[in-house]
């Protein structure tokens, strides 16, 4: 009779354990963005630059075969049930600090199977639909980070191919995208440590940065497909020279139309200012302005590119109070 007290107790704290976790999990509401952020385009950049987000859920399947594609697509096998959630590494959940519990110190995804960790290579793709007025502009296919070699295709046709762990890399893809319709990108990542090779100083042939970088394989950074206009400036390079009270800006212009192009380079500098709240949930919205009156003035002047050409040109202002300002140096044609 004791044991049937003991066991009939036992279940009955189970049961207002489970109630009161349950009732807990229902109240648990974070009604604001988890990692709020800008993305490449800002406000003011509008409508002269657009972006579509191509973050989120990938069709993904591994493969060993770790040769680099040439033009045309090889055959491929049948995509994994499960999808793969970029910007992630297809290893995410192998990589440990302590080589015990699974994901390390960063957050892991539970629903990747296990079969993945050990693939060397992988197929990804996914469809965008690319709006219509986008006709004319020149379309990015932006990569903020690949772990290893990526080779693109848009609709089945080469986009390009790189090499990298940190750096963005970026595909021109204008002439590949089907404009008001749906588009295929594709892409192969082959695994850095696929190219690794014993040698004098090391096995890696390429900079592999951190422990981090040297294990994760796969698109571990947002994606972006940018429209942009065809002349714009594709470099932006600011130093503040504060023993001289100057301000260096260095800017590229590139003409990637097919027809020569006339334009007038001028800047301004205002003030950067934060809207967010200051409490630890506000802090982090995406919450800012520029100020409506101009700090500084950078000289303009005219340029004329051929298709294909770049500009590069630096610019001196002193970083005076008054809205008198100088041009100490010039430019040159690169």
Avoid at 90 to 95: G, R, S
């Amino acid at each position: 009779m004791d044991k049937i007290r003991r066991a009939i107790l036992i279940f009955a704290l189970l049961s207002l354990q489970v109630n009161a976790l349950s009732a807990f999990a229902d109240k648990v509401i974070f009604p604001h963005a988890f990692a709020p952020q800008d993305g490449l385009v800002s406000p003011y950049e509008e409508p002269m630059r657009q972006e579509l987000c191509l973050n989120g859920s990938w069709q993904f399947q591994g493969t060993d075969d770790i040769t680099v594609p040439g033009a045309d697509v090889p055959a491929l096998g049948d995509w994994d049930p499960v999808a793969i959630k970029i910007p992630s590494p297809w290893n995410v959940n192998a990589f440990s600090m302590d080589g015990d519990m699974p994901g390390g110190d960063f957050r892991a995804y539970p629903s990747y199977p296990k079969a993945w960790e050990k693939v060397p290579a992988a197929w990804m793709q996914r469809t965008v639909k690319v709006p219509l007025d986008w006709q004319g502009r020149r379309i990015v296919l932006h990569f903020g980070a690949v772990g290893g070699k990526i080779v693109v295709y848009v609709n089945g046709q080469r986009a390009g191919d790189g090499f990298d762990i940190f750096f963005a890399q970026h595909f021109d893809v204008t002439g590949l995208i089907h404009f008001g319709a749906d588009n295929q990108i594709l892409v192969k990542v082959i695994s850095s440590k696929e190219f690794d090779r014993p040698g004098d100083y090391g096995r890696r042939e390429y900079l592999s940065g951190s422990f981090w970088g040297t294990f994760v394989s796969g698109i571990w950074q947002d994606v972006f497909l940018l429209a942009e206009p065809k002349v714009a400036v594709s470099d932006v390079f600011v130093q503040p020279l504060v023993d001289r009270d100057e301000l260096r800006v260095e800017v590229t212009v590139a003409n990637h139309g097919f027809s020569a192009a006339t334009i007038n380079l001028s800047g301004a500098v205002r003030e950067w200012i934060n809207q967010a709240g200051p409490s630890v949930i506000e802090a982090p919205e995406v919450k800012w302005k520029l100020a409506d009156d101009t700090s500084l003035e950078l000289a303009g002047s005219s340029i004329s590119l051929a298709p294909g050409e770049c500009f590069e040109g630096t610019s001196f202002t002193r970083l005076c109070l008054s809205q008198n300002v100088r041009l100490l140096g010039g430019s040159n044609q690169g």
